[in-house]
Structure formats: C-alpha cells, structure tokens
C-alpha cells in the first residue's frame, strides 16, 4: 500500500531531507586517498546525530553503521571497514536519516582522486540518468515512466541497470512500496499521485547486471568485477511537479 504524505508529514521530511543532504556533502568532500571507509562512517554518524538526527541504517535489520559504502565493484550495502581508499576508486556513499520519525534516504558516487576519462564518462551518465528519472516524478505518470527514463539513459551510454536491486517508497519506513525499479515500460506500474515519496535509485554498471554477495554477508559486488554507480534521491511528487528533498 502506498502512503500518501500529509503537508505536516512533506515538511518533516524536508528537514530530515536537508540533514541527509549535508551529511552527504561533507563525506563526499572527505574522500581522498587514504581515508578509510570506517572513518567516513564514523564521521557521518556524527554528523547525522550532531544536526539532531537518526542514522536511519544503523540497526535496520541488524545493520551496525550508518552508511553502506561501496568501492569499484560494489554496489550496494558496503560495510565500512579498515579499507583505505585508493586514487582512482569509484566511491559509493549511501545513508539515510530519520528525523521527525520520517526516514530520507540519499547515494552519490565519486572518484577519490584522479580519475581516468572512461570512469567519469560512467558516472556522469547515472547523474543524467538520475536527472531524466527525477523529471518524470510528476502527478499523473506512472512508476514505470522513472523507471524506462534512467534505463534508456543508461543504456544509451553503453552500460547496464542492474535488475536486482529498485528504488522504492520512503516515509515513515525506510523502504515502503512501490518499489521503482531500473528498468520498465512507460504508462506502466502505480499511478502517481500527490503527496507519493520516494527514493529514487539508478543503479548501473558498465558490464553484467548480476550481482554476487561478498563474504560479510552484506556487500553486492557485480559478479564479473565491472566498476558500478548508484545516485538517488528523496522525491516528493507535488502538484507543481517533483520536489527533492536531498539535493545538497
């Protein structure tokens, strides 16, 4: 069922949507060869807790940080660890935060350092593929007008949507229906109405879509080592058209 977010309930979000979107900026700008992941998270965290928030991933079925960050081929649900990042790594960080008892939920992906032509021509199409989903966050369209906009992006500039992982509704769970997958047809899936959030997630990598688990049973890597990219954003669809509530 698709809960539809009061105004009281839109404003709620917002102020946790502009702590998500510090939080983010201030990490992003801390990753540099040399820093290790744990200490992102751990900076992050407090951070979150310091602007009068709540890690939103922190105990979320058992989870122990408040950031999933992912390097190279990893794509979603990275734990922080002693790794220290490398010039060149793709970088992946994704948290969340609940304030207000509303979660927003936030992912941007880097390059720590220099970064080679073919690795920021992959990362500067999942942002176009965010943009060109975000627009069609609008009253009347469907989920799958989102979900074939980042596809046909991604597609367009030679990579792949993973097919294994979707955005999805947000508010006061972190994960609420409807899911938003990386692909689909156009005037397919719910309606949009009014007062919908969620988190929309392009979700791609430069070889095969399918994935493996890593060994803490948590980090999905791609399954032939191809680097991946995820970028989302909190989206409220207004009447005006698609709000972001996470933009930094």
Not at 94 to 108: A, E, K, Q, R
């Amino acid at each position: 069922m698709i809960h539809i977010k009061s105004r009281e309930e839109i404003e709620l979000m917002s102020r946790g949507g502009k702590i998500s979107a510090q939080v983010l900026k201030e990490v992003l700008g801390l990753v540099k060869p040399g820093i290790s992941t744990l200490e992102l998270d751990r900076f992050a965290e407090g951070r979150i807790i310091g602007l009068s928030g709540k890690p939103a991933f922190k105990g979320y079925d058992g989870y122990k940080f408040a950031t999933c960050i992912n390097i190279n081929d990893g794509i979603v649900h990275g734990t922080p660890s002693s790794y220290k990042v490398r010039n060149g790594d793709l970088v992946s960080i994704d948290l969340g935060v609940i304030y207000g008892g509303f979660n927003t939920d936030v992912s941007w992906t880097v390059i720590a350092g220099d970064g080679d032509p073919e690795s920021k021509e992959f990362l500067e199409a999942g942002e176009r593929a965010l943009k060109k989903a975000i627009s069609k966050c609008k009253v009347g369209n469907r989920i799958g007008d989102i979900s074939c906009a980042m596809q046909v992006e991604i597609e367009k500039s030679g990579y792949n949507v993973v097919r294994d992982l979707v955005g999805h509704g947000v508010g006061l769970e972190l994960h609420e229906d409807p899911q938003v997958p990386c692909y689909g047809r156009p005037s397919t899936g719910p309606e949009l109405r009014e007062g919908t959030a969620l988190a929309v997630e392009v979700i791609y990598t430069s070889g095969s879509p399918k994935l493996r688990v890593l060994a803490d049973g948590w980090t999905m890597a791609t399954k032939d080592g191809s680097i991946s990219g995820l970028f989302e954003q909190t989206v409220v669809i207004e009447r005006s058209g698609p709000k972001l509530l996470t933009a930094g």
